[in-house]
């Protein structure tokens, strides 16, 4: 049955294909109708006065900036091929020709397919790297920071209109909690999309899951000199990457306020280097009408 020939309540209501799934929007827009005469096709769709809903939450994915040899288990290490310049695994040290032996706890050095232990090991480090290396013969223990990215999140819902099941996300509104430690924030990208330049107060979302990246705008009068110092150069060095990524589960008519919380006992040198000093959060959570 071709789609276009179905009752006008089976409707796309939402679909919120949240950042580039494809290298073009026509190119995204013609898989998505591929997909939808398919599924119509095999009577998947059906007009049965409530939503039918495909989704898939938004993911957080650690990188490690490296072409590493995942053909086949070797007990030796995994070899290091490339590494991307300035990238993750640059910056903490490992070198072309280096084998990966253990990775965030996980060991690479087994008879097991490497290529999921590899992506099971970056996961696990929830943005920390602990590598164990062989250099040659010699045993090297390499440690920092992985880059973060969003894999954003779709959901199609099929069926009635389903419009009012929105909430918000705002880092302007309301005053933030500074006795827990809570300070200002901006949110810079949602979804993969950059926020307007102009200033927001808040950003309509629908109701699910959604990933925003966070610039902490922490109080520099709550920092020491010396520390102030540190967390620049870090700013410097990393640029973007210094932003952090925070998945929000967006309920109906909710607004969820935005901030960034300074972690105290992460306030040492190698804390502050590796841009551990703070975290982004929801500090509040306010019902408020979507129309």
């Known amino acids: 049955m071709d789609i276009l020939r179905m009752p006008p309540r089976l409707l796309v209501a939402t679909a919120l294909m949240a950042g580039a799934i494809a290298n073009s929007h026509a190119q995204s827009t013609r898989e998505l109708d591929a997909a939808l005469v398919q599924m119509s096709e095999r009577g998947d769709l059906k007009d049965a006065g409530a939503p039918?809903?495909?989704?898939?939450?938004?993911?957080?994915?650690?990188?490690?900036?490296a072409?590493?040899?995942?053909?086949?288990?070797?007990?030796?290490?995994?070899?290091?091929?490339?590494?991307?310049p300035d990238g993750p695994a640059a910056r903490i040290g490992l070198k072309v020709g280096d084998?990966?032996?253990?990775?965030?706890?996980?060991?690479?050095?087994?008879?097991?397919?490497?290529?999921?232990?590899?992506?099971?090991?970056?996961?696990?480090g929830?943005?920390?790297?602990?590598?164990?290396?062989?250099?040659?013969?010699?045993?090297v223990t390499l440690r920092g920071t992985a880059d973060v990215s969003a894999v954003p999140?779709?959901?199609?819902?099929?069926g009635p209109d389903t419009r009012g099941t929105c909430g918000f996300v705002t880092a302007r509104m309301g005053v933030v909690p500074k006795t827990r430690n809570i300070f200002r924030a901006d949110?810079?990208?949602?979804?993969?999309?950059?926020?307007?330049?102009?200033?927001?107060?808040?950003?309509?979302?629908?109701?699910?899951?959604?990933?925003l990246v966070v610039q902490e705008l922490i109080d520099t009068n709550r920092l020491n000199p010396a520390q102030l110092v540190q967390i620049n150069k870090m700013k410097r060095f990393a640029l973007a990457k210094a932003y952090k990524p925070l998945v929000v589960d967006i309920k109906?008519?909710?607004?969820?306020?935005?901030?960034?919380?300074?972690?105290r006992d992460k306030l040492d040198t190698q804390s502050l280097r590796d841009n551990a000093y703070w975290e982004p959060v929801v500090w509040e959570e306010v019902a408020e009408p979507c129309p």
């Open 52 to 65: 039918q809903v495909i989704q898939k939450p938004a993911q957080v994915r650690y990188e490690l900036g």
């Open 153 to 158: 999140a779709y959901r199609l819902e099929i």
């Open 99 to 124: 084998r990966l032996v253990a990775l965030n706890g996980v060991r690479l050095d087994g008879a097991s397919p490497p290529a999921p232990l590899l992506e099971q090991a970056m996961q696990r």
């Open 252 to 263: 109906p008519n909710t607004s969820y306020r935005i901030g960034a919380r300074l972690l």
């Open 187 to 211: 949110i810079t990208t949602i979804d993969g999309r950059s926020t307007p330049l102009q200033s927001v107060n808040r950003h309509r979302l629908a109701a699910g899951r959604h990933v």
């Open 126 to 139: 929830q943005g920390r790297i602990t590598a164990e290396v062989l250099r040659g013969t010699a045993p």
């Open 67 to 84: 072409v590493v040899d995942v053909r086949s288990a070797q007990r030796s290490g995994l070899p290091v091929l490339a590494l991307t």
